[in-house]
């Protein structure tokens, strides 16, 4: 059986604040405006991988095209892309 890739699009939701709950309304927002393909849903935030990673992740349907939404904060952000911060600097 094949499976098809969710995430062939994606959108990267960044918000600037260290209160985790706004990324939970920021979900909430976006599973009632649109329809969220089923068990696509990942929480790294409340279970944080090993490697520190956390964020939300949750599939949609934008008209028939399925599209990968991921929702984190700035600094775990930063941390994806460059690495943590060295303490010498």
């Not at 094949?2 to 260290?18: A, L, N, Q, T, V």
């Not at 706004?22 to 068990?39: A, W, Y």
């Not at 929480?43 to 929702?71: A, D, V």
């Amino acid at each position: 059986k094949k499976k098809f890739p969710m995430d062939i699009f994606g959108i990267r939701i960044i918000y600037d604040s260290e209160n985790e709950d706004i990324c939970f309304k920021i979900l909430s927002n976006i599973e009632r405006n649109f329809i969220i393909i089923p068990n696509t849903y990942k929480n790294y935030i409340n279970n944080k991988k090993i490697n520190g990673y956390q964020s939300l992740h949750i599939c949609i349907l934008y008209y028939i095209i399925p599209i990968e939404i991921q929702i984190r904060n700035s600094e775990i952000d930063y941390i994806i892309n460059y690495g943590k911060p060295s303490l010498y600097v």
